[in-house]
C-alpha cells in the first residue's frame, strides 16, 4: 500500500504542473463516475494548490472545490509528459488532468471524490485523521494525546498504523522505524514512553521525506521489513515476522535488539 511519502512524492511531481493554471483538459474514464459531471463542474477554474495528510490527497480548484483521492492498496498517481506511454493501461485511469503539456493521472483509484472544501473539514474520515507524519512541523502534541487516548493494551506497532493516531504511516515504515529507533513493536502502548513513541516518528520522518524527494523512485534501504530470517543489520540475529493486530499485517523486527 502506497504509504505518506509516495502521496507526498506524487504531489511534489504535480505542484509545478497543475498549480496556478486552469487545466487544458479533465477526464473520468470510469463509468462510475460519468454521471458526477466533473468536467462541467470544473470547467473555467485554476488548480490553487495540491497538497496532502498522510495517505490523502487534495487537488483544490478556485470555487472552494475540492477533488480527493486515497489510492488504498491498488492505486497510483503518474505524471507524463503529453503522449508519452503510460505505465498502467488507458482504461485502469479513473481520472485524467491535462495542463502545461502533462497528463496527471490517477489509476485504480478507489477513494475518489469532489467535495467542497467546508465538507472535505468536516469529513470524519479527513477531519479525524491523527498529525500527518510528514508535516513540515510535526504536531507532536496531538499524537501522543491520540496515542493516549487509544487502547493501552494494543502494541505499539499496530497503533502506529491506526491513521486516527499518526497519519501517513504504513507497514513498511513503521516496520522500519521501530528498527531504528530499537523499540518492540509487539510492546504495548501502555509500556512505551513518550519519548520512545517519538523516537519512532522521528526515525521516520527524515528517511519518508528523502524518499519523497528522490528524484527517481526507489527501493527503501530496508533493515528489517521483507527480510524474515535474514540477519539483522545491527546484531547480525534473525528477522523475525509475524501478523499483528486486528488487520494481520505482518510486522518485521528484530528479537534481539529491539527491546
Ligand atoms: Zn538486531
Not at 8 to 26: K, S, T, Y
Not at 34 to 62: M, N, Q, Y
Not at 82 to 90: D, T
Request: overall charge positive.
Amino acid at each position: 500500500m502506497p504509504e505518506g511519502d509516495t502521496i507526498l512524492r506524487a504531489a511534489n511531481r504535480m505542484r509545478p504542473v497543475l498549480e496556478g493554471v486552469v487545466p487544458d483538459e479533465i477526464v473520468t474514464p470510469q463509468p462510475r463516475h460519468a454521471r458526477d459531471r466533473w468536467p462541467e463542474r470544473l470547467r473555467g477554474r485554476a488548480v490553487t494548490r495540491v497538497d496532502t495528510h498522510g495517505k490523502h490527497l487534495f487537488l483544490r480548484f478556485e470555487g472552494d472545490l475540492v477533488l480527493h483521492s486515497h489510492l488504498r492498496m491498488t492505486g497510483a498517481w503518474a505524471v507524463y509528459r503529453h503522449g508519452a506511454r503510460w505505465r498502467r493501461a488507458p482504461r485502469r485511469a479513473w481520472l485524467i488532468v491535462r495542463a502545461r503539456g502533462h497528463d496527471v493521472v490517477e489509476f485504480d483509484g478507489p477513494v475518489l471524490e469532489l467535495m467542497t472544501a467546508g465538507r472535505s473539514r468536516s469529513d470524519q474520515r479527513i477531519a479525524g485523521l491523527g498529525p500527518d507524519v510528514l508535516a513540515d512541523a510535526f504536531d507532536e502534541r496531538r499524537f501522543l494525546q491520540r496515542l493516549r487516548a487509544d487502547d493501552p493494551t494494543r502494541g505499539i506497532g499496530d497503533a502506529l498504523l491506526d491513521q486516527r493516531i499518526v497519519a501517513g504511516l504504513g507497514n513498511v515504515w513503521k516496520a522500519e522505524a521501530c528498527w531504528g529507533a530499537a523499540i518492540d513493536p509487539w510492546r504495548t502502548v501502555r509500556d512505551v514512553s513518550d519519548e520512545e513513541a517519538l523516537a519512532v516518528v522521528a526515525d521516520a520522518r527524515p528517511r519518508m521525506l528523502a524518499a519523497a524527494e528522490a528524484p527517481r523512485r526507489h527501493g527503501t534501504d530496508r533493515h528489517v521489513y521483507d527480510r524474515a530470517g535474514r540477519p539483522c543489520p545491527r546484531c547480525g540475529a534473525p528477522i523475525a515476522a509475524r501478523g499483528q493486530g486486528d488487520d494481520n499485517r505482518t510486522t518485521f523486527w528484530c528479537p534481539e535488539c529491539q527491546a
